[in-house]
């Protein structure tokens, strides 16, 4: 039954060099850990990807209680922290998360830079998983100011203001993430819209290019 | 034709779509160059991949429980804050800090030193092309990257040491530990633990009474609004908070601190007697917010 259901859509849809693409590939002895402890360094990329994961989900049920204007967002912060069942612990993995997926992605980036993974040919990937890191710092920055607490509104003040001080270019970026000319409700809108539309769809394009690209490059040889 | 089973085309469509037919998958590189054993991909290594991931998560969900994210008071722009940026930011808050990064030096600071290291990480791998790959065969690639991370290292500590002892010196206690006491405080007095901005509405007091009329009779919707909370003017709901009938009738005929004109003479104008403005009055200085 399902056989007959795959093969009907692989006739018209030739799925199966997809997935094969995806899951048939062999793991080389030196990125195992089985067999080489000291290759654990390998294993951070999968790591970040997985709390990557853990972010996308936990957010989506974040939002399902976040409200983004600035009378409600604390009280929706405080209402799912404190009132709302599990709400606690979905809030605190987002928390943690963020930080977590930033020691992650360093990580990951180290092992590539001392290990020298980043050589012809996979010197593009290089480039993409840096354009990563820089949205995930955004992504950061932008859901810093979420809670709309001291910490987040005082936060979000110093970094527009060090945003001002680019030279030229400065003070039009504080006024397009500002929306205007403080910090308010505007502000909780855009970094709101950025945090949870543009940047994730940003950060998956990446993440799918990057994926394409270390499959069709295979990993790095031993050193 | 690029159609059909027997196609001699390098690119073959299914059917009559513009899908393309895969012959095969892209070759997976020939790892049997390596020394020593691989494996699958699925099901092998993704299986223990999973259960280190399922450690992994184990460990995370204890951190989320033992310590829950940290929320502090409702954003409140007159507060004094000592602020803070989340952890990996500080390095680059200390730096921006520092005499050649900040005030005169500040294009040094953001496009200088902090583009030109960011730009060269983004690009390492057009600067350093050499073919070989270890670290200690790279020497200037490495020692700058060791240089930048113990830069890092430092100014994140010297970040975090001086946030100490500013909230030491000015003797603060970080909000959220603040806000946490405070609700538990609450708790066992049995009153409400939020901290959030409670929005309380101060209703009209005696909509019926017959000086609503004369209000809009005299013009004072105008500028204090039909539903009295205000529009050029102050909300005027919870005004018998702050005077008193007889203070309500001066303001009436004679203004308000150079902001409000005498409203006296147009209220005569407008039909209303002596009585209306005296009720007027009277009614005003009763929109206290705790009545009833």
Same mark, same amino acid.
């Given at each position: 039954?399902?056989?007959?259901?795959?093969?009907? $859509?692989?006739?018209?849809?030739?799925?199966?060099?997809?997935?094969?693409?995806?899951?048939?590939?062999?793991?080389?002895?030196?990125?195992?850990?089985?067999?080489?402890?000291?290759?654990? #360094?390998?294993?951070? *990329?999968?790591?970040?990807?997985?709390?990557?994961?853990?972010?996308?989900?936990?957010?989506?049920?974040?939002?399902?209680?976040?409200?983004?204007?600035?009378i409600?967002?604390?009280?929706?912060?405080?209402?799912?922290q404190?009132?709302?069942?599990f709400?606690?612990?979905?809030?605190?993995?987002?928390?943690?998360?963020?930080?977590?997926?930033?020691?992650?992605?360093?990580?990951?980036?180290?092992?590539?830079?001392?290990?020298?993974s980043?050589?012809?040919?996979?010197?593009?990937?290089?480039?993409?998983?840096?354009?990563?890191?820089f949205?995930?710092? *955004?992504?950061?920055?932008?859901?810093?100011?979420?809670?709309w607490?001291?910490?987040?509104? @005082?936060?979000?003040?110093?970094?527009?203001?060090?945003?001002?001080?680019?030279?030229?270019?400065?003070?039009? $970026?504080?006024? @397009?993430?500002? *929306?205007?000319?403080? #910090? *308010?409700?505007?502000?909780?809108?855009?970094?709101?819209?950025?945090?949870?539309?543009?940047?994730?769809?940003?950060?998956?394009?990446?993440?799918?290019?990057?994926?394409?690209?270390?499959?069709?490059?295979?990993?790095?040889?031993?050193l | 034709?690029?159609?059909?089973?027997?196609?001699?085309?390098?690119?073959?469509?299914?059917g009559? /779509?513009? %899908?393309?037919?895969?012959?095969?998958?892209?070759?997976?590189?020939?790892?049997?160059?390596?020394?020593?054993?691989?494996?699958?991909?699925?099901p092998?290594?993704?299986?223990?991949?999973?259960?280190?991931?399922?450690? %992994?998560?184990?460990?995370?969900?204890?951190?989320?429980?033992?310590?829950?994210?940290p929320?502090?008071?409702?954003?409140?722009?007159?507060?004094?804050?000592?602020?803070? !940026?989340?952890?990996?930011?500080?390095?680059?808050?200390?730096?921006?800090?520092?005499?050649?990064?900040?005030?005169?030096?500040? %294009?040094?600071?953001?496009?200088?030193?902090?583009?030109?290291?960011?730009? /060269?990480?983004?690009?390492?791998?057009?600067?350093? &092309?050499?073919?070989?790959?270890?670290?200690? +065969?790279?020497?200037?690639? /490495?020692?700058?990257?060791?240089?930048?991370?113990?830069?890092?290292?430092?100014?994140?500590?010297?970040?975090?040491?001086?946030?100490?002892?500013?909230?030491?010196? /000015?003797?603060?206690? !970080?909000?959220?530990?603040? +806000?946490?006491?405070?609700?538990?405080?609450?708790?066992?007095?049995?009153? !409400? &633990?939020?901290?959030?901005?409670?929005?309380?509405?101060?209703?009209?007091?005696?909509?019926?009474?017959?000086?609503?009329?004369?209000?809009?009779?005299?013009?004072?919707?105008?500028?204090?609004?039909?539903?009295?909370?205000?529009?050029?003017?102050?909300?005027? +709901?919870? %005004?018998?908070?702050k005077?008193?009938?007889?203070?309500?009738?001066?303001?009436?005929?004679?203004?308000?601190?150079?902001?409000?004109?005498?409203?006296?003479?147009?209220?005569?104008?407008?039909?209303? &007697?002596?009585?209306?403005?005296d009720?007027?009055?009277?009614?005003?200085?009763?929109?206290?917010?705790?009545?009833?």
């Open positions: 039954m399902f056989k007959n259901v795959y093969n009907w $859509i692989d006739e018209r849809l030739d799925v199966t060099p997809i997935w094969r693409d995806v899951a048939d590939h062999e793991v080389p002895e030196h990125v195992n850990p089985a067999h080489h402890f000291s290759a654990f #360094v390998y294993c951070f *990329g999968g790591l970040t990807f997985f709390i990557t994961v853990i972010q996308i989900l936990s957010g989506m049920f974040l939002t399902m209680y976040y409200v983004p204007d600035i409600n967002a604390y009280n929706s912060v405080e209402y799912l404190t009132q709302v069942a709400g606690q612990i979905v809030r605190g993995m987002h928390h943690w998360g963020a930080s977590l997926v930033i020691v992650m992605m360093f990580l990951h980036t180290m092992r590539v830079f001392f290990t020298g980043y050589k012809a040919p996979r010197e593009m990937n290089w480039v993409v998983g840096m354009l990563l890191f949205v995930m710092l *955004g992504l950061g920055l932008t859901g810093y100011l979420l809670p607490d001291n910490k987040a509104y @005082f936060a979000t003040k110093v970094t527009l203001e060090i945003a001002n001080s680019v030279p030229w270019i400065g003070p039009i $970026i504080k006024e @397009f993430l500002q *929306g205007g000319t403080i #910090v *308010g409700a505007e502000t909780l809108t855009r970094f709101f819209a950025l945090h949870v539309f543009f940047l994730p769809a940003v950060l998956l394009l990446l993440m799918v290019g990057h994926f394409i690209m270390i499959r069709r490059q295979g990993i790095s040889g031993p | 034709m690029a159609h059909g089973k027997d196609s001699k085309e390098k690119v073959v469509f299914v009559d /779509s513009r %899908v393309k037919r895969g012959s095969g998958f892209i070759t997976p590189p020939d790892y049997t160059a390596y020394p020593g054993k691989s494996e699958a991909f699925i092998n290594f993704l299986l223990k991949e999973w259960m280190v991931g399922v450690v %992994v998560l184990v460990g995370f969900l204890v951190l989320t429980i033992a310590e829950p994210a929320l502090w008071f409702p954003a409140n722009p007159s507060a004094s804050i000592i602020p803070m !940026p989340d952890w990996y930011f500080l390095f680059l808050y200390q730096y921006l800090k520092l005499p050649y990064a900040s005030g005169d030096y500040i %294009v040094l600071g953001t496009i200088g030193v902090t583009g030109v290291a960011f730009g /060269s990480l983004l690009l390492a791998p057009f600067l350093d &092309t050499g073919k070989e790959r270890r670290f200690y +065969r790279r020497p200037i690639a /490495s020692s700058l990257m060791i240089l930048s991370l113990l830069a890092i290292v430092y100014l994140t500590n010297t970040a975090w040491h001086h946030y100490k002892v500013e909230m030491a010196d /000015s003797g603060q206690i !970080p909000e959220n530990v603040q +806000r946490e006491e405070k609700a538990a405080e609450n708790r066992a007095k049995g009153l !409400p &633990t939020t901290s959030g901005n409670q929005q309380k509405e101060v209703a009209i007091v005696d909509k019926e009474n017959p000086a609503m009329e004369s209000f809009k009779k005299a013009g004072c919707v105008s500028c204090h609004a039909a539903d009295l909370k205000g529009a050029s003017g102050p909300s005027l +709901r919870g %005004v018998g908070d005077h008193n009938k007889d203070d309500i009738l001066k303001i009436i005929k004679e203004g308000f601190n150079g902001r409000m004109p005498a409203q006296y003479d147009s209220a005569i104008a407008a039909g209303l &007697t002596d009585k209306d403005i009720n007027l009055a009277d009614w005003l200085s009763k929109q206290k917010a705790e009545a009833k």
